[in-house]
């Protein structure tokens, strides 16, 4: 294949090979699997391999490879499309009169005697998940940690990225808080989970949306959370942190659902998602019986178990697929099953009770959080019914919070779902009705000293001075102040793990200019992250279903605007007070002003970003707003005015 080829070429030569399939419908993964001599070797399953990319079709295979690939290694696994005859776990939603001899007259004895044989099996002594966990449980398995350069980093990979030997270090999990010895003990001021949980504290209602632009924190917030007290961590992206499960369920639904029967596929959801939480719960209460886990396993454990499963083994995804099979020839009356994964949610709280776990008692709630949500709130916005208001459609966000919803009460499960996308929760809180937690963008580095405090959180983490010595070789202060001016609130994090992962004290400007490219240039718009790609993104989503959106002004307008007071008047930011649309694109943030969160434009990168987006989007505004800077009588445009 010729570098110059793209994916797209590589799917379309592929598909020669597969009769009756379209390119299209072909996934390619980038692995990384050396070839076992030929007496040794077997059947490899995706769902099995640790570490996996999905490639996208516009990608070069340059790109891909842009090294000679090693001889004797698996590089590529192709995964054709699901037969429509022979789905994966979850078949279509079964109308309700095509009755079966397992339908909603079934026996709830029935069902439950079939979900004890799956996880009989499942957990029976030597199988591969119940000696996973045991090993797990007496704490066998940890993170790996960076061993050359700065050693002693943690080096965590996303769901579905191949790790390679310049791979660099995550601080996402670094200097993680501990669970608690004593029931109240204080929570150090320095983790940002703080205002969360105070929000949780004297909440009524079961969910909570938090709702925060791209790169604030709002991933770590939530396993600092979870660290602390016990919970579940869900994760709706494809490729990112968590279990591969979630993901899989939304797909399956997507994929299954009727376009006549929003009743019937708000169902079909409920009782998938009920088996989704069932095999969470399952495997916690497992871990819960291993001899000897209070002395080994924590809330901090389970939670790194939860969130980094493709480090370990998904054992999540493994179970979710088997219970699963129980929807194949069957209508599952919601309320059978939904006692049934009751009855496990008040035995597994029992069994946390009684193992008199400090952040753990009768009273406590549970924490679920579901993690990328705007995936889900921006999956088929009409095809599912709300539960409370006839004929009123809602996307498939909806009925998978009602499935976690019927397990536990107010008191006993608090739901707490985040993300940039406006869901139709987040939409109601967006304009201050409701509840919900805001993540302000002001209080990640708000001061030059505060990125060198960052620095310094990492040098303490470090056991050894040589390590601490490259640190500070590899960002000096030149690199903290431009990191401060060029990076204005977020995602000086993400930069500080490129400048170490590159271990040349020369490189720190580069790395800096490259990710401010990545996230402004045009060109590199299809880009994780890209602000213009985001922009684009929003900006069709809006168009589809300009019903949900009535109230806001045009992205573009405001945008605009910012451009125009920028050079008129060398204004760097513009105050907004409900344009949650500009968070959700990644080009606003959340600031507090006497109280009050508004949005807020300050940063340099996304004036940086709406110029380019306006260049090639409408290069006449653009060309406007470069002439009223040449008119300008503020002296500061024409750099003309000094501080003395």
């Given at each position: 294949?010729?570098?110059?080829?793209?994916?797209?070429?590589?799917?379309?030569?592929?598909?020669?090979?597969?009769?009756?399939?379209?390119?299209?419908?072909?996934?390619?993964?980038?692995?990384?699997?050396?070839?076992?001599?030929?007496?040794?070797?077997?059947?490899?399953?995706?769902?099995?391999?640790?570490?996996?990319?999905?490639?996208?079709?516009?990608?070069?295979?340059?790109?891909?490879?842009?090294?000679?690939?090693?001889?004797?290694?698996?590089?590529?696994?192709?995964?054709?499309?699901?037969?429509?005859?022979?789905?994966?776990?979850?078949?279509?939603?079964?109308?309700?009169?095509?009755?079966?001899?397992?339908?909603?007259?079934?026996?709830?004895?029935?069902?439950?005697?079939?979900?004890?044989?799956?996880?009989?099996?499942?957990?029976?002594?030597?199988?591969?998940?119940?000696?996973?966990?045991?090993?797990?449980?007496?704490?066998?398995?940890?993170?790996?940690?960076?061993?050359?350069?700065?050693?002693?980093?943690?080096?965590?990979?996303?769901?579905?990225?191949?790790?390679?030997?310049?791979?660099?270090?995550?601080?996402?999990?670094?200097?993680?808080?501990?669970?608690?010895?004593?029931?109240?003990?204080?929570?150090?001021?320095?983790?940002?989970?703080?205002?969360?949980?105070?929000?949780?504290?004297?909440?009524?209602?079961?969910?909570?949306?938090?709702?925060?632009?791209?790169?604030?924190?709002?991933?770590?917030?939530?396993?600092?959370?979870?660290?602390?007290?016990?919970?579940?961590?869900?994760?709706?992206?494809?490729?990112?942190?968590?279990?591969?499960?979630?993901?899989?369920?939304?797909?399956?639904?997507?994929?299954?659902?009727?376009?006549?029967?929003?009743?019937?596929?708000?169902?079909?959801?409920?009782?998938?998602?009920?088996?989704?939480?069932?095999?969470?719960?399952?495997?916690?209460?497992?871990?819960?019986?291993?001899?000897?886990?209070?002395?080994?396993?924590?809330?901090?454990?389970?939670?790194?178990?939860?969130?980094?499963?493709?480090?370990?083994?998904?054992?999540?995804?493994?179970?979710?697929?088997?219970?699963?099979?129980?929807?194949?020839?069957?209508?599952?009356?919601?309320?059978?099953?939904?006692?049934?994964?009751?009855?496990?949610?008040?035995?597994?709280?029992?069994?946390?009770?009684?193992?008199?776990?400090?952040?753990?008692?009768?009273?406590?709630?549970?924490?679920?959080?579901?993690?990328?949500a705007q995936i889900l709130s921006d999956k088929n916005p009409?095809?599912?019914?709300?539960?409370?208001?006839?004929?009123?459609?809602?996307?498939?966000?909806?009925?998978?919070?009602?499935?976690?919803?019927?397990?536990?009460?107010?008191?006993?499960?608090?739901?707490?779902?985040?993300?940039?996308?406006?869901?139709?929760?987040?939409?109601?809180?967006?304009?201050?009705?409701?509840?919900?937690?805001?993540?302000?963008?002001?209080?990640?580095?708000?001061?030059?000293?505060?990125?060198?405090?960052?620095?310094?959180?990492?040098?303490?983490?470090?056991?050894?001075?040589?390590?601490?010595?490259?640190?500070?070789?590899?960002?000096?202060?030149?690199?903290?102040?431009?990191?401060?001016?060029?990076?204005?609130?977020?995602?000086?994090?993400?930069?500080?793990e490129g400048i170490i992962k590159t271990g040349d004290p020369?490189?720190?400007?580069?790395?800096?200019?490259?990710?401010?490219?990545?996230?402004?240039?045009?060109?590199?718009?299809?880009?994780?992250?890209?602000?213009?790609?985001?922009?684009?993104?929003?900006?069709?989503?809006?168009?589809?279903?300009?019903?949900?959106?009535?109230?806001?002004?045009?992205?573009?307008?405001?945008?605009?605007?910012?451009?125009?007071?920028?050079?008129?008047?060398?204004?760097?930011?513009?105050?907004?007070?409900?344009?949650?649309?500009?968070?959700?694109?990644?080009?606003?943030?959340?600031?507090?002003?006497?109280?009050?969160?508004?949005?807020?434009?300050?940063?340099?990168?996304?004036?940086?970003?709406?110029?380019?987006?306006?260049?090639?989007?409408?290069?006449?505004?653009?060309?406007?707003?470069?002439?009223?800077?040449?008119?300008?009588?503020?002296?500061?445009?024409?750099?003309?005015?000094?501080?003395?």
């Amino acid at each position: 294949v010729p570098s110059s080829d793209t994916v797209d070429d590589l799917k379309k030569l592929i598909k020669t090979e597969i009769p009756d399939t379209f390119s299209k419908d072909l996934t390619l993964w980038k692995v990384s699997i050396p070839v076992a001599p030929k007496n040794e070797r077997k059947e490899i399953s995706l769902v099995d391999v640790p570490s996996k990319e999905e490639l996208d079709e516009t990608d070069d295979v340059s790109a891909v490879f842009p090294d000679k690939p090693p001889k004797k290694t698996i590089h590529i696994i192709v995964q054709r499309p699901t037969p429509v005859h022979a789905p994966l776990a979850i078949p279509s939603p079964v109308r309700a009169r095509d009755s079966t001899p397992f339908s909603d007259e079934s026996r709830p004895g029935d069902l439950h005697d079939d979900i004890k044989k799956i996880a009989d099996r499942f957990f029976a002594t030597g199988s591969p998940a119940s000696g996973f966990l045991d090993a797990y449980v007496r704490g066998e398995y940890k993170l790996p940690v960076t061993t050359t350069g700065i050693m002693g980093l943690p080096k965590v990979l996303r769901r579905g990225v191949v790790d390679s030997q310049d791979s660099g270090p995550s601080l996402l999990f670094l200097d993680l808080p501990n669970p608690p010895l004593h029931a109240d003990d204080p929570i150090p001021e320095r983790f940002r989970s703080n205002v969360l949980l105070s929000k949780l504290e004297g909440m009524q209602a079961q969910d909570l949306p938090v709702f925060g632009v791209s790169g604030c924190g709002k991933t770590r917030t939530m396993i600092e959370m979870l660290y602390l007290q016990w919970g579940f961590y869900f994760n709706a992206a494809k490729s990112d942190f968590g279990s591969d499960d979630l993901s899989r369920l939304a797909d399956f639904i997507d994929s299954s659902t009727l376009e006549d029967s929003a009743n019937i596929n708000t169902r079909f959801a409920k009782n998938a998602t009920l088996l989704l939480f069932l095999s969470r719960i399952m495997i916690l209460s497992y871990c819960l019986k291993i001899p000897s886990c209070r002395q080994t396993f924590s809330s901090a454990r389970w939670t790194l178990l939860q969130v980094c499963p493709h480090m370990f083994k998904d054992v999540f995804m493994h179970l979710f697929v088997k219970l699963c099979d129980l929807m194949k020839g069957r209508a599952l009356l919601e309320s059978v099953l939904a006692s049934i994964v009751r009855e496990e949610f008040e035995s597994l709280r029992d069994k946390l009770a009684g193992h008199d776990y400090p952040n753990f008692s009768s009273d406590s709630k549970l924490r679920l959080v579901i993690d990328e949500a705007q995936i889900l709130s921006d999956k088929n916005p009409t095809l599912f019914s709300s539960s409370s208001i006839q004929g009123d459609p809602r996307p498939i966000l909806s009925p998978i919070l009602h499935g976690f919803r019927t397990v536990g009460l107010r008191d006993e499960l608090k739901i707490i779902f985040c993300g940039t996308g406006l869901s139709m929760k987040t939409l109601h809180w967006a304009m201050s009705s409701g509840d919900g937690v805001k993540e302000y963008g002001s209080s990640t580095f708000p001061y030059p000293d505060s990125v060198q405090s960052h620095i310094n959180r990492i040098k303490d983490q470090l056991s050894d001075d040589e390590s601490k010595r490259i640190v500070d070789d590899l960002i000096p202060s030149a690199a903290v102040n431009m990191l401060y001016k060029r990076l204005t609130g977020r995602f000086r994090p993400i930069v500080t793990e490129g400048i170490i992962k590159t271990g040349d004290p020369k490189k720190w400007e580069a790395v800096i200019n490259t990710t401010e490219t990545m996230l402004t240039s045009w060109k590199e718009r299809e880009r994780r992250g890209n602000l213009c790609g985001e922009l684009n993104r929003l900006e069709r989503k809006i168009a589809d279903h300009p019903e949900l959106f009535k109230s806001f002004s045009s992205i573009r307008d405001t945008l605009g605007l910012f451009l125009l007071r920028h050079n008129l008047l060398d204004a760097t930011e513009i105050v907004l007070e409900n344009e949650a649309h500009l968070i959700e694109a990644a080009f606003g943030r959340i600031k507090l002003f006497g109280g009050t969160a508004r949005t807020v434009l300050d940063e340099p990168f996304v004036l940086k970003a709406t110029k380019a987006y306006f260049q090639e989007r409408d290069p006449l505004l653009l060309a406007a707003a470069e002439r009223a800077m040449l008119h300008s009588t503020n002296a500061s445009v024409h750099g003309n005015m000094w501080e003395t």
